[in-house]
């Protein structure tokens, strides 16, 4: 009944919103966190021309009556911006219905109850049938959209009717003439004492409406009717949402946004994703923006540039912030080697204007597509997929039967989705989007550029202190923490690079405590015995201090192992009940987890910091490296819990974890980066250095470090286990990426003996040598630039680029096998060399 | 550090402009270990530098079936739906095109398989039944080869050649469709030479059993057994052709087979069949191509991987990925070629052909194989080391470089090198050198512990012989006084068990001398040595060496071990009228371990010293320890029950039956256990699903 009753609301506010009647709009619920939304202003009503809507200093918004089209035009240079291609019709790739797709704002993918998909798009199932309504907001407009069909079908005409209610409810409110009409469409059977729809009945349904309308039969009529007949239910309920848009403009562009909270559906029906804008500002390859360019944030940034022929059959499509592993692992094993997202930004550039979106809410529920011209249509395209209700398949397995039933997410993403396109007037290159999106960080206070910085660029050091593997005690073997690199040993591999030089270590310890590497519990830290103990771990300490070592213990404070106070309550959980595998090392032949750990729910991640920090404190370090903060993000659905989290929410208890953390701790270290993790964070290892190699994309580019370079220290993925550690080197160069070891103190194959085998390259003696020597050649050209900002990024040959810095330091590096002479520099082969001022 | 720098700068030589820096795929590859081929992460060799599709190419690609690239270069490929053959120089620009508008002789209709040779132009013209030969500098037609000469063909032989090669004595390879018998040999003017290497199928007991038991009806619904057609063919510089094929029920799916169809490919203890590890079905391998040094790289379609190999089989690296998205990913993968270093995939899936480019790592491990093999032995070691700092993980290198240190006669670094990599024949055989080493440098010395030990046994030899003189013959065997510490009494009463296991057992069961917590002492100890020979023995005589030890496990065994013979034997026995009890039996089984207590630790210490040759003595000492205390428990089975021999043997044989049951129960309980709780959870998850 309570389903019927939300059905039969959605299906009462769409029939408003037909009839134009205002008020039902009052019984969408404003969401919580309504304060950055805009109270509605009076409706509008458009005529057959484009109508211009909202205006400031710099841009004008209008809309186009024809399918909704909002334009916004930059006065600045005259270049008009839409949501949509002007002339779909006229594509030259799109047909039938995928051109109705390319005159649509959005197209929402839901699933029924029993799983099967479904779609619609705000064109074909809106406002081709003028079923929405705009409002006036502040600098904009609201649009509600109301999709689906809303006409009655035959489902809307009892198929079976007692004699009595059939007499009850229809026959004695009709004259004569019209129940023999009515009576035409039914054949009594005195049997059973049964009314039944006939063939022509079927056919002639809209009669049998309007007689029934007349009679006041209501659709808690034909539930009855269903009912006593036990008829499937579901007919009665309609494939319907509502949403609501607004767009507004701002000093920088146009801002969109979507309250989640008010898209409305029935029970019946679940909204998956919705696809939103994605023509916005879409471009047609042509001889004038032959130097544009799509960018996406893969890795560190990758190109598609209009110029290139790469085959329009591949495209771009990948999830802001790394694959959510909780939902992905069964259904979606695919790109496991791919570089996560880090930054939620694309952009589009015609080669002289542009804009570049920042997903500003909802980014952890947001994939990213792109496709390029002759794939969709004539146009260059790239737009976010917001995630609204996820859904996952459980396998009920019998004995000798096995069936799938679909589960749903309990409580949908309660936030907003918001995109804020900033349009730049001039944009030939990703350089200008990374500038303008790091502008943007920074006025919002999430980015701070660095003030000061030490002499020397940082070396980062990670060492692994311990694993579980084979050991022996009186010739007799056993399994425990074999020692990898003890306490004191770190001291010796320190000395050993400052003897050739390196200054300003930066020591992340790996397996330091709790079983060493994959580790247990993090609830309380336990010295590991075989690598030193406490004695050992004090030494180290001090001679840290003594020496001006920082010194990151690693902490696992998202994932780890069971042991040391860990219970399976703590655990996060799959749509289907299932304890989250926390992949930690994949196997790549049998495409499944080769390690794997607990992953924490979100609801534990406080008291297990403030667990966690009251037994750091007692080592009276204060930095601290966070394995999982800043490079993994999860949802969890647990039904035990009061309710569910997906990967937004999360991301909110991740925040809340790292303020406390940040607020304790001098310096903090993360791996990756991700955006939301970087306030209050000092230094960000394993950063991308390069993009996933998708063969839509044409080339990397340094996005990531344009935008972060001089706000926060960034290290480089492990430098000897980079797939060619020459080339990497060069990278770090180019990128002003500071350089990163993994190293220990043991021999490889001794630490290959544990169940850290991952690391194939890692006794120091074997790399000491080249880490110095990579170190002193970067910080020749690195040291000086640490707290500068790139300001521009240019490839100048076949294989040179180069980096310039806002101080007037240019970094030139060559990747070619010949001697370079590039601006009056010349640039060794394979190398790299700097030049100041000018 | 001299030939790292040499190598560096020889690297920057050789270097193209590709840049790349992190894999699209995860690198990986397989070591051996005692539970079989083990995934372990390896260094990238081979990296894709380019993908070049119909689109790049400048050409129509609907689906292409071969590639191949010749000594200049020149790339060539054929597409079987769209019947073309595209020529390419060797930067992909087109030279020609053979296609439907080619004069009517020259047409092609459904090539399969391209190879040049001198000049011309090989092209396997399925849809024609024949071998059409072109110039391969312009495309220009000679001639064809559309009938096979020879009297064994018999009439109703369609020639409907698949893929070819051509060798330098103008011999013509073929593999065919419907050829079952092998490859097709011809002559340049289509004299037909013969089959060469067919492939054996494998027909496993069952299926042999089968067609004893059935019907001529059944027997047709079953799959017939006839040889699998070969998939695809190559051949090296010097003649010898390589073979793949797809099915996996064949002998072996990669051949490589000398002029006269012998398969001389060698193949170590992990075969030479790609993943060893798959989710579905085994690796598909659809080409191969030979490359430098004698090593071989193969396609496997399923997985969209190329595996390296060496001349000896072993896995050197492998590199690719299936999926559609990534640079280095294959659909449907139909053709390998190698191109001095790069290697080329052409993919049926998207008509796309990916080039990878080696890495410094693999280019290093190429030069450490040439100099290898001309036995340029010190700076080959140099080059292994070198390769075992990148990769710590790669046991060929440590034989490689264990077998350089071999040649350059440092026999312990080479034992070292080669437990290391788990080479136990080499290690022997360095063992072996070793000792002689030792002991012609230290003869004397080995000469004095010899004599010191022999005459020290035959001092105690002739001392008991003249102590038993004296004893009376009544009283031979050792009673027990009851005032002589409880360790020292039942020591010295298992001792005597060893050489008097009859009055001892009877005195035993008879006269209550056995002591239960003696014999669980002697289990114990039985558990300790176990543990002790499992981790101490020698290298080359331990399938366990080195692995991880699990002591629960271990004693688990030994729990079962002792545990199931005595239930089983006591319920026997009573049945039998036994006049042994439970405990008599477990007091006959600890004390008859001596033997082995005795003789298993010393095996495991002196076999650290013996290579393989001393395999046999090895072997019989383990048996005899296991023997004597086998044998003790049967006499002692038989005193205790006062049974005749022929009863002794009838309950023994009961005992194991016994036991089997008992087994079966067991598991039968556990299965049930186990389906009854995946019910339930099944109903708890379909409750909780479904409300």
């Known amino acids: 009944m309570k389903n019927f009753l939300r059905t039969a609301a959605v299906l009462l506010s769409l029939v408003c919103v037909l009839s134009g009647c205002a008020p039902a709009f009052t019984q969408i619920e404003s969401p919580d966190n309504a304060t950055a939304l805009l109270p509605l202003g009076e409706e509008i009503q458009l005529g057959s021309e484009a109508m211009e809507i909202a205006k400031n200093d710099r841009f004008t918004m209008s809309v186009d009556p024809a399918f909704l089209n909002i334009r916004v035009t930059d006065r600045l240079n005259g270049r008009v911006w839409s949501t949509n291609q002007e002339d779909p019709d006229m594509d030259s790739v799109a047909l039938y219905e995928t051109i109705d797709l390319l005159k649509a704002q959005l197209q929402l993918d839901y699933y029924d109850k029993n799983g099967n998909w479904g779609t619609m798009n705000s064109y074909t199932d809106c406002v081709a049938n003028g079923q929405y309504t705009l409002h006036a907001i502040k600098n904009g407009v609201a649009v509600t959209y109301s999709l689906g069909n809303l006409s009655r079908t035959v489902d809307d005409v009892p198929q079976k009717m007692t004699g009595k209610r059939f007499e009850e409810k229809l026959l004695s409110k009709l004259t004569e003439e019209e129940q023999n009409q009515l009576k035409e469409y039914y054949n009594y059977y005195e049997e059973e004492d049964m009314w039944s729809l006939l063939k022509t009945g079927r056919n002639n349904f809209q009669d049998i409406l309007a007689l029934m309308d007349k009679a006041g039969y209501t ?265 990898t690199t003890s306490y004191e040993e770190n001291i010796t591999i320190a000395e050993a690079l400052s003897e050739k030089g390196v200054k300003n270590l930066q020591l992340r310890l790996l397996g330091w405590c709790n079983d060493g590497y994959y580790p247990d519990y993090f609830g309380k830290v336990k010295l590991i015995g075989a690598l030193g103990g406490s004695s050992g771990f004090a030494k180290l300490t001090e001679w840290c201090e003594q020496q001006g070592v920082t010194l990151f213990p690693d902490a696992h404070l998202l994932s780890g192992g069971d042991g040391n106070g860990f219970k399976k309550d703590y655990s996060a959980r799959t749509l289907d009940s299932r304890y989250v595998e926390g992949v930690e090392r994949m196997s790549q032949s049998l495409d499944m987890p080769l390690y794997s750990s607990w992953v924490y729910s979100p609801e534990h991640l406080l008291t297990l910091a403030e667990s966690f920090l009251d037994s750091y404190d007692r080592f009276g370090l204060k930095n601290l490296s966070l394995a999982d903060n800043g490079s993994r993000l999860y949802s969890d659905y647990n039904d035990t819990l009061s309710r569910s989290y997906d990967r937004a929410e999360t991301q909110r208890y991740v925040e809340q974890q790292n303020a406390l953390l940040t607020e304790t701790m001098d310096q903090i270290m993360v791996e990756k980066g991700y955006l939301y993790a970087l306030s209050g964070v000092d230094h960000v290892v394993h950063t991308a250095t390069d993009h996933s190699w998708f063969l839509a994309e044409d080339e990397a580019v340094p996005f990531l470090q344009i935008v972060l370079h001089g706000r926060v220290s960034l290290g480089s993925e492990p430098i000897n286990l980079a797939a060619d550690y020459e080339e990497q080197l060069l990278r770090c160069a180019e990128y002003g990426v500071y350089p990163n070891y993994q190293l220990c103190y043991v021999s490889t194959t001794r630490l290959n003996e544990t169940d850290y085998s991952e690391n194939y390259t890692a006794c120091y003696l074997d790399w000491v040598d080249t880490a110095a020597d990579s170190w002193t050649r970067l910080n020749a050209v690195l040291s000086s630039v640490q707290t500068a900002t790139i300001a521009d990024h240019q490839q100048l040959t076949a294989d040179v680029y180069c980096t310039t810095y806002d101080n007037g330091v240019r970094v030139y590096v060559n990747y070619g096998d010949a001697v370079a002479e590039v601006d009056g520099v010349s640039v060794p082969a394979y190398s790299f060399c700097m030049k100041k001022g000018g | 550090m001299k030939t790292k720098v040499l190598c560096i700068l020889l690297a920057l030589l050789l270097l193209c402009c590709a840049t790349v820096s992190a894999a699209p795929y995860g690198s990986y590859s397989y070591s051996a270990s005692s539970d079989g081929p083990t995934e372990v992460a390896v260094p990238n060799a081979y990296l894709p530098t380019d993908n070049l599709s119909a689109v790049d190419l400048g050409v129509r690609l609907r689906s292409p079936e071969d590639l191949f690239c010749d000594d200049e270069g020149n790339c060539y490929v054929v597409d079987s739906k769209l019947d073309t053959l595209y ?210 790289y193969i396609l496997d379609s399923n997985e969209g991987r190329v595996f390296a190999y060496d001349e000896q089989g072993n896995l050197l690296y492998l590199f690719g990925d299936s999926g559609t998205d990534q640079l280095g990913s294959f659909t449907d993968p139909i053709a390998l070629e190698t191109r001095g270093d790069e290697v080329l995939v052409l993919d049926r899936g998207t008509a796309a052909v990916t080039v990878f480019g080696i890495t410094d790592y693999a280019r290093l491990l190429n030069e450490a194989q040439a100099t290898y093999r001309a036995g340029e032995y010190e700076t080959s070691y140099e080059q292994w080391s070198e390769i075992l700092k990148l990769n710590g993980n790669f046991s060929l290198a440590y034989d490689k470089a264990g077998y350089c240190q071999y040649r350059m006669h440092n026999w312990e670094k080479a034992m070292e090198l080669f437990a290391a990599g788990g080479a136990t024949e080499q290690y022997s055989r360095a063992l072996e050198k070793h000792r002689q080493e030792l002991l012609s440098a230290n003869f004397g010395w080995v000469v004095l512990a010899l004599a010191v030990v022999v005459g020290g046994i035959a001092l105690l030899v002739i001392r008991r012989i003249r102590k038993r003189a004296k004893l009376s013959i009544v009283d031979t065997y050792y009673v027990a006084d009851s005032q002589e510490p409880f360790l020292k009494k039942h020591f010295k009463m298992a001792y005597d068990t060893m050489f008097h296991p009859v009055d001892n057992f009877w005195n035993m069961r008879f006269e209550k001398r056995g002591s239960m917590l003696a014999a669980t002492m002697f289990i114990f100890l039985f558990f300790l040595v176990t543990i002790f020979n499992r981790q101490m023995r020698g290298f080359i005589f331990n399938p366990d060496y080195g692995t991880y030890l699990d002591l629960g496990q271990e004693l688990r065994s030994v729990a079962i071990l002792f545990a199931l013979p005595l239930i089983s034997n006591w319920s026997v026995t009573t049945l039998m009228d036994g006049k042994g009890s439970a405990r008599d039996i477990y007091c006959v089984m600890g004390y008859s371990l001596l033997p082995t207590l005795i003789l298993i630790p010393l095996v495991a210490i002196v076999s650290q010293g013996l290579t393989l040759n001393e395999l046999a003595y090895v072997n019989i000492v383990d048996g005899i320890a296991y023997g004597w205390t086998l044998l003790l428990m049967v006499i002692g089975i038989k005193e205790v029950h006062q049974y005749s021999w022929l009863k002794t043997i009838c309950t023994l044989l009961l005992t194991v039956v016994a036991a089997a049951i008992i087994l079966f129960i067991c598991l039968l309980f556990f299965s049930l256990l186990q389906e009854i709780m995946g019910f339930v959870y099944s109903i708890q998850k379909e409750i909780v699903m479904r409300l």
Request: aromatic share 12%; proline share 4%.
């Open chain 1, 219 to 483: 659709p808690e009529d034909l539930e009855e009717d269903n009912r006593i007949f036990g008829l499937s239910v579901s007919s009665t309920s309609r494939i319907g949402f509502v949403v609501r848009v607004y767009y507004y403009l701002t000093e920088k562009g146009l801002t969109v946004e979507i309250p989640a909270e008010a898209v409305e559906y029935s029970e019946d029906y679940l909204p998956y994703d919705i696809t939103f804008l994605p023509n916005f500002g879409s471009q047609k390859p042509s001889d004038e923006n032959q130097k544009g360019f799509l960018f996406l944030p893969d890795g560190s940034g990758a190109l598609m540039r209009f110029d290139s022929n790469i085959s329009s059959s591949y495209y771009y499509e990948a999830p802001v912030y790394g694959w959510d592993e909780v939902v992905s692992l069964r259904s979606n094993t695919r790109n496991v080697s791919a570089e996560a997202t880090s930054l939620p930004a694309f952009g589009i550039s015609d080669g002289t204007a542009g804009f570049v979106a920042y997903i500003a809410d909802g980014a952890a529920n947001a994939k990213i597509t792109a496709s390029r011209a002759g794939r969709n249509s004539d146009q260059y395209t790239v737009s976010p997929i917001f995630s609204l209700i996820n859904m996952d398949y459980v396998t009920l397995n019998g004995s000798t039967s096995a069936s799938k039933t679909p589960v749903f997410q309990q409580d949908p993403y309660t936030g907003s989705f918001k995109v804020e396109y900033l349009i730049l007037n001039e944009c030939d290159s990703y350089v200008d989007m990374a500038a303008a999106f790091r502008g943007h960080l920074e006025a919002n206070g999430i980015l701070k550029k660095l003030e000061t910085a030490a002499a020397d660029i940082p070396f980062y050091l990670e060492t692994v202190g311990g694993a579980y593997g084979p050991k022996s005690f009186l010739g007799m073997a056993y399994t425990g923490v074999v020692s």
């Open chain 2, 87 to 296: 020529a390419f120089d060797k930067d992909w620009n087109l030279r020609y095109t053979i296609d439907r508008n080619a004069p009517e002789e020259a047409r092609l209709f459904m090539p399969y398989g391209v190879c040049v040779l001198d000049g011309q132009l090989y092209v396997a013209d399925k849809g024609n039944k024949r071998i059409a030969i072109y110039s391969a500098a312009d495309g220009s037609y000679i001639r064809s080869i559309d009938k096979l000469n020879g009297a064994i063909l018999g009439d109703d032989f369609v020639f409907s050649p698949q893929k070819l090669e051509v060798s330098e004595n103008g011999s013509i390879y073929v593999v065919a469709d419907g050829a079952l018998e092998g490859i097709i040999e011809i002559s340049y003017n289509g004299d037909f030479y013969g089959y060469i290497g067919s492939n054996k199928t494998t027909v496993s007991a069952f299926e042999l059993l089968w067609r004893r038991i059935f019907t001529e009806e059944a027997l047709e619904k079953l799959t017939r057994v006839v040889p699998i057609e070969y998939y695809n063919i190559a051949m090296d510089e010097q003649g010898m052709i390589y073979t793949v094929t797809a099915a996996s029920e064949v002998d072996s799916r990669v051949k490589k087979l000398n002029p006269s169809g012998d398969n001389v490919l060698i193949e170590g203890e992990m075969k030479v069949e790609g993943d060893y590890w798959y989710e579905t079905s085994p690796s598909n391998f659809v080409d191969i191509a030979p490359g430098n040094n004698g090593d071989y």
